[in-house]
């Protein structure tokens, strides 16, 4: 093993006897190291200790296909670049380009080669042209493959180490228990150069679970996350974390050893010498989501998957009741941990985060006006039969279209309420691009594709994009323009670092409000967001505004004086009151 200190080497051995207790630990340990830091990488001789130092107030992130802009002339991922100098430049810093691997289906992950980009969209010097000038995350698709990934073929043709790579179980395994996020059969039979098999497929039959059992699967996985380093990664994505250890007659979700894989991941991390995020994607309830952060030794971040859902029912119902009560319960993130917070992304707005949080009928509310407004409903399915709603298709600024109540002319101030008051929580934020040009529900693409899920992947072509924004009574104008100022206004307020001070206020159930305070306690905002069409009033003294401070609304420039009898909101507006400004 290359020189580590004793630290590290006893928690590296640890973790092994946790994952594979009938490995030989030691040579594993080697095997784990020599390919993490292959000859020529170097690694801290001390692992970094938690702390908020990490991001900052500055830090926003853009959520992107390598290929949502294209113009059938340049390389997309070239014409993103453009887009993120031109459009986000000085306001948003960051950028996830999802899956950019060749790939078979789900729009990228069913990977078929990790170590290649996809020559349609460019090429590593791509990726790393990106990654030079923003911070870049990636996809680490750890859960499975394609179907016709040389690695399945490999296995399907009995050849070392790929015979034993992917998880086999039979039509007669008691997998009553599982739990999936889809419907299909969960075996797939595949014929084999050693007979019949049955492989374990979670999301779909093009894409085939991978066996960690077998340590030569993580030793691989290992490879991969230390090429995407070499090539300007910051943060690895790992996508469906959750499922990636299976034991015949469990749940097969959130098992020990997934979590004792995350904690080396982190370890391996803390002493690399690149700063690295680790990012855990679990769509699920959020207690089982926050259990990713560990102690502190797992994910630096964690997807605030409940977010969503809750924000979704806020703006249609006209009350944050419900987010009032799920935040005020909320756990800040542990010291060197983060939520990532955002809306919308490139899959739907999932709903197992969402249970026992909103009633059933709430929930049906919400399905049946996403319906309403062009949308689509993905089921999963439940353990010992039957199906539930998983996620709803649309896309963000579709569905801020309307209330339950129908729709009305309040699209855009209350699609900018969902967004500002995501701005506002604790964590960073992160916009999926089509949020920020507030693309609609592109129903030409679920015709297209069969799939309910590119309704909310569009693919824009960069000049009708461009004349959009050009237009400033464009809609997609309005919105990006009116984003970018409410995300340059946050990254200027120490008030807003991920980890400041959060304490939920409770006040009219139309107001969402916050009460955020910097780490050094000079600088209090007072984050206020009315999700409803109503004029409402609330009296300072019910927020705590210190009479002979300067209290100013950051997003308006209007002074506030805690001697008047009220604060007012026109609907969805947002107010930021803040003591610095």
Not at 360 to 377: D, H, K, N, Y
Not at 556 to 579: H, L
């Amino acid at each position: 093993m290359q020189e580590f200190d004793a630290t590290f080497r006893a928690r590296l051995m640890t973790l092994i006897g946790q994952i594979y207790p009938d490995a030989d630990a030691s040579a594993l340990a080697v095997s784990i190291t020599e390919t993490f830091w292959p000859e020529g990488t170097q690694h801290r001789r001390r692992g970094r200790v938690p702390g908020n130092r990490q991001w900052s107030e500055r830090d926003a992130m853009v959520i992107t296909y390598g290929n949502s802009i294209v113009d059938g002339q340049h390389k997309p991922l070239d014409l993103l670049r453009d887009f993120l100098h031109r459009e986000m430049a000085g306001v948003v810093n960051g950028v996830h380009i999802l899956p950019f691997f060749p790939y078979t289906s789900d729009d990228g992950f069913a990977v078929t080669d990790y170590r290649a980009v996809n020559p349609v969209l460019g090429d590593w010097a791509d990726i790393r042209r990106i990654g030079s000038e923003f911070l870049l995350m990636s996809d680490l698709v750890l859960n499975h493959v394609s179907s016709q990934s040389t690695w399945f073929n490999e296995y399907l043709q009995g050849h070392e180490p790929y015979d034993g790579f992917f998880f086999e179980a039979t039509p007669e395994d008691d997998l009553s228990d599982v739990v999936r996020p889809r419907t299909h059969p969960l075996l797939r039979e595949v014929e084999t150069s050693r007979g019949v098999r049955h492989v374990w497929c979670t999301f779909s039959h093009d894409q085939i679970d991978l066996d960690f059992r077998n340590p030569e699967v993580l030793l691989e996985f290992l490879r991969v996350m230390r090429l995407h380093i070499d090539n300007g990664v910051r943060i690895l994505r790992l996508d469906a974390v959750a499922f990636i250890w299976k034991e015949i007659g469990t749940k097969s979700i959130h098992m020990p050893q997934t979590h004792a894989i995350v904690r080396l991941m982190r370890l391996l991390a803390d002493f690399a010498s690149e700063p690295l995020i680790l990012l855990t994607e679990t769509n699920v309830p959020n207690q089982e989501n926050l259990s990713y952060f560990g102690n502190r030794n797992e994910a630096h971040a964690v997807y605030n998957f409940t977010l969503p859902p809750l924000v979704l029912h806020a703006m249609m119902a006209g009350t944050a009741k419900n987010l009032i009560r799920w935040q005020g319960s909320m756990p800040p993130a542990q010291l060197g941990c983060a939520y990532l917070n955002f809306t919308a992304s490139h899959d739907g707005i999932g709903m197992r985060p969402a249970e026992g949080i909103l009633n059933p009928e709430e929930t049906a509310q919400v399905i049946e006006t996403v319906r309403s407004l062009g949308g689509r409903v993905s089921m999963r399915a439940l353990p010992g039969g039957g199906e539930s709603p998983y996620e709803l298709n649309i896309t963000w600024f579709s569905a801020m279209k309307g209330t339950f109540a129908g729709e009305d002319g309040y699209q855009i101030p209350r699609f900018l309420t969902s967004q500002t008051l995501v701005m506002a929580l604790e964590g960073i934020p992160a916009f999926y691009i089509h949020s920020l040009v507030a693309t609609s529900n592109d129903l030409e693409g679920v015709e297209k594709s069969g799939h309910n899920r590119a309704i909310n992947r569009h693919r824009w072509d960069y000049g009708e994009l461009q004349a959009h924004l050009s237009d400033p009574q464009n809609d997609h104008a309005i919105v990006l323009e009116e984003m970018k100022r409410r995300i340059d206004i946050r990254r200027r307020q120490r008030g807003f670092h991920p980890n400041a001070t959060q304490f939920t206020l409770q006040l009219d159930h139309r107001i969402f409000g916050l009460w955020r305070q910097s780490l050094d306690r000079d600088q209090s905002i007072f984050a206020l967001h009315n999700v409803s069409a109503d004029e409402v009033e609330i009296e300072p003294f019910a927020i705590n505004l210190i009479e002979g401070e300067d209290w100013v609304d950051l997003l308006s420039g209007e002074e506030i004086d805690p001697a008047d009898p009220a604060i007012r909101f026109a609907p969805y507006q947002c107010r930021w009151i803040t003591n610095r400004a």
